[in-house]
């Protein structure tokens, strides 16, 4: 139920990389192409995926590059309460995410309204807000119509 994108190919990962400073790896590699492929995925289907590509590589490694590339704003880590951290590639945008209350599938969801109006606090109490997250809870279409069935 995630957000279908063009995964971009290899040499778009490098450039990525380099623009934000950091070295070219096979393991960054992997991880960039892994959360490309799959939307709002968690850390151990990361890690299934980038060792599909590489072969053996260690949680730590993973969760390394996962940590220096969310530190370099290439990837979002987003954590709905109950749910286990996942990563995404689409960042710098303030979209929020709709849960599924049975599958616990995740999907964006754009900002409803003008370019961020959920920026704007009711009473922000001196702070300068730079990013809001909103979290909509409901259900799937599978897990709706398995409700009604």
Do not use: K
């Amino acid at each position: 139920m995630g957000t279908l994108c063009r995964v971009p190919p290899t040499s778009d990962f490098e450039r990525m990389l380099r623009e934000v400073a950091l070295r070219v790896t096979r393991p960054r590699l992997a991880v960039l192409a892994a959360v490309h492929e799959h939307p709002h995925a968690d850390t151990d289907s990361i890690i299934g995926a980038v060792r599909t590509g590489l072969g053996d590589v260690s949680h730590q490694a993973v969760y390394d590059v996962l940590r220096a590339l969310t530190t370099a704003g290439l990837l979002r880590r987003i954590q709905p309460p109950g749910s286990v951290a996942r990563y995404e590639a689409r960042v710098g945008d303030n979209h929020h995410h709709v849960v599924c209350r049975g599958c616990g599938a995740i999907a964006d969801v754009d900002c409803a309204v003008g370019p961020a109006p959920c920026l704007t606090a009711s009473d922000a109490h001196g702070f300068t807000i730079d990013e809001a997250e909103v979290v909509y809870w409901g259900r799937c279409p599978d897990c709706t119509t398995a409700l009604s069935s």
